[in-house]
């Protein structure tokens, strides 16, 4: 008896093909090898449609003796972080399946893969690097709460530019320190900076390397040492920051950030089931695999904001935001 059903052109059945990329997909959701390491030190998962900005204050208040105190309303700043959907815009048609090997077809799943890891990618630093709701302090649209005996009011900005934040001069290693001060301040730990550039702005800070010249010009520095044979490798500090290369920053720009906690929330989908990258099946209920496509529900926003800092070189004078974030 004759078997029917779609097939690749080397005989493959469509529908084992559909139940391999399953297991696929659920093997990628579920192996947090598969998670890169910045996700997972700056990212928490919540699957609510708010999150709580984490530097929230609850502070003593003197009560009198024999009374129970006057019950104080969580100051809690509640920060929306919205949930859209992003499909990879090619389907598995029938055509496509049919004119096509197995391995072709296993290529392309693999290839949504690698496309789903720089969706998550871009959205996390969509919402870290743009001067937004979404990022980092702008005190027009999030003023800092206080922080011991700083105080802050709606001009503070986590978004400054080069030359101490005037611009109209291209970046030194002063903005350097400048810019550890706007995460110090709001009570963050001088132990565990990180900062994050590309290569092109990797070979301006090497330009910089006079600033760490000896007293003595006849004796080195341990950091001169380790530019004339690594230059600014990974694990080199600059003022307290560890650097690491990251091509996802453009150029003209610098991430500065704490790690002491997550400061991103990424919000996933309710249902456990619908998380993480999907491949929705077509509507054949014959062959699941044909007209079937690949999407993800994810959200992102800053939620410690003044963990970080974005820092943008300019001869002009005001902020830009990087271009590549945005979604057609």
């Known amino acids: 008896m004759a078997e029917y059903g779609i097939r690749t052109i080397d005989n493959i059945r469509a529908n084992s093909l559909y139940d391999k990329y399953i297991g696929w997909i659920d093997e990628y959701n579920s192996n947090p090898e598969y998670v890169a390491d910045f996700i997972q030190r700056v990212g928490v998962k919540i699957d609510k449609p708010n999150a709580v900005l984490s530097e929230a204050p609850m502070e003593f208040v003197e009560t009198a003796e024999?009374?129970?105190?006057?019950?104080?309303?969580?100051?809690?700043?509640?920060?929306?972080?919205?949930?859209?959907y992003f499909a990879l815009g090619q389907a598995f048609s029938r055509r496509f399946i049919q004119s096509n090997t197995a391995r072709v077809l296993d290529e392309r799943t693999k290839k949504a893969i690698a496309a789903d890891q720089r969706l998550v990618m871009k959205k996390y630093f969509g919402a870290m690097l743009k001067n937004a709701s979404t990022g980092f302090y702008n005190?027009?649209?999030y003023t800092p709460p206080l922080y011991k005996n700083n105080t802050f009011d709606s001009a503070?900005?986590?978004?400054?530019?080069?030359?101490?934040?005037?611009g109209d001069a291209a970046w030194d290693i002063d903005d350097i320190r400048w810019v550890k001060e706007h995460i110090l301040e709001h009570g963050y730990s001088?132990?565990?900076l990180h900062m994050y550039a590309n290569a092109n702005t990797i070979r301006d800070i090497e330009g910089w390397a006079t600033w760490i010249a000896s007293a003595t010009p006849t004796v080195p520095t341990s950091l001169s040492d380790t530019l004339a044979?690594?230059?600014f490798a990974r694990g080199v500090s600059i003022e307290g920051f560890v650097l690491h290369h990251e091509e996802w920053i453009p150029d003209d720009y610098m991430l500065f950030v704490s790690l002491d906690e997550p400061c991103v929330a990424e919000r996933v989908h309710p249902n456990p089931s619908a998380r993480?990258?999907?491949?929705?099946?077509?509507?054949?209920?014959?062959?699941?695999?044909?007209?079937?496509y690949y999407e993800r529900s994810i959200g992102t926003a800053v939620i410690g904001?003044?963990?970080?800092?974005v820092l943008y070189n300019t001869t002009g004078s005001s902020w830009e935001n990087p271009e590549g974030f945005d979604f057609d």
């Open 139 to 141: 005190g027009a649209i």
């Open 276 to 292: 993480g990258l999907n491949l929705i099946p077509g509507r054949n209920s014959n062959c699941q695999l044909e007209d079937s």
């Open 190 to 192: 001088a132990l565990n």
């Open 156 to 166: 503070h900005q986590h978004y400054v530019l080069s030359n101490l934040g005037v």
């Open 66 to 84: 024999l009374f129970m105190p006057d019950w104080q309303k969580a100051k809690e700043t509640v920060i929306p972080v919205e949930l859209k």
């Open 305 to 309: 904001k003044g963990a970080g800092v």
């Open 229 to 231: 044979t690594e230059g």
